[in-house]
C-alpha cells in the first residue's frame, strides 16, 4: 500500500485546511484503521485522528476535537483531515498511515503498517 498525503501549506491562525491522503496498491476497505499524526519540529511523532473504515467510527485527540474532522471517501479511496481554527502550535508535517486490522489502541504508532510520505502544514500567527 501506498499513501500519498497532500493538502499541506500556508495558513493564518484561525484558518481552515483540508489535508488528503489516497491510496494506491490497496483500497481502504480491505484495511482496519486509518489515521493521520503529526510531528512538529524538535518533537516526537503524535497521534492526531483515526478512522474504523469497517463501521467509520472515529477519534479525534483532545488537543484537536471540536476542530479536526477526519472523514473518508470509499469512491475515492481517500481520507480526509479537515482542520478548522488552526493555531501556531498545530504546525507540524502531517502523515496519513493504514493498519491491516483495526487493533486496540489506534492511537499508538504500532497500529499502523504503512505510512504517507508527509505534508507540511505550517500556521502563522
Known amino acids: 500500500v501506498q499513501l500519498q498525503a497532500s493538502g499541506g501549506g500556508l495558513v493564518q491562525a484561525g484558518d481552515s485546511l483540508g489535508l488528503s491522503c489516497a491510496a494506491s496498491?490497496?483500497?481502504?476497505?480491505?484495511?482496519?484503521?486509518l489515521g493521520w499524526f503529526r510531528q512538529a519540529p524538535g518533537k516526537e511523532r503524535e497521534f492526531v485522528a483515526y478512522l474504523r473504515w469497517s463501521d467509520g467510527n472515529y477519534y479525534c485527540a483532545d488537543s484537536v476535537k471540536g476542530r479536526f474532522t477526519i472523514s473518508r471517501d470509499g469512491a475515492k479511496n481517500t481520507v480526509y483531515l479537515q482542520m478548522n481554527s488552526v493555531k501556531p502550535e498545530n504546525t507540524a508535517v502531517y502523515y496519513c498511515?493504514?493498519?491491516?486490522?483495526?487493533?486496540?489502541?489506534?492511537?499508538?504508532?504500532?497500529?499502523?503498517?504503512?505510512w504517507g510520505q508527509g505534508t507540511l502544514v505550517t500556521v502563522s500567527s
Open positions: 496498491g490497496r483500497t481502504f476497505s480491505e484495511l482496519g484503521i
Open positions: 498511515a493504514a493498519g491491516l486490522r483495526a487493533g486496540g489502541t489506534p492511537w499508538r504508532n504500532r497500529e499502523y503498517d504503512y
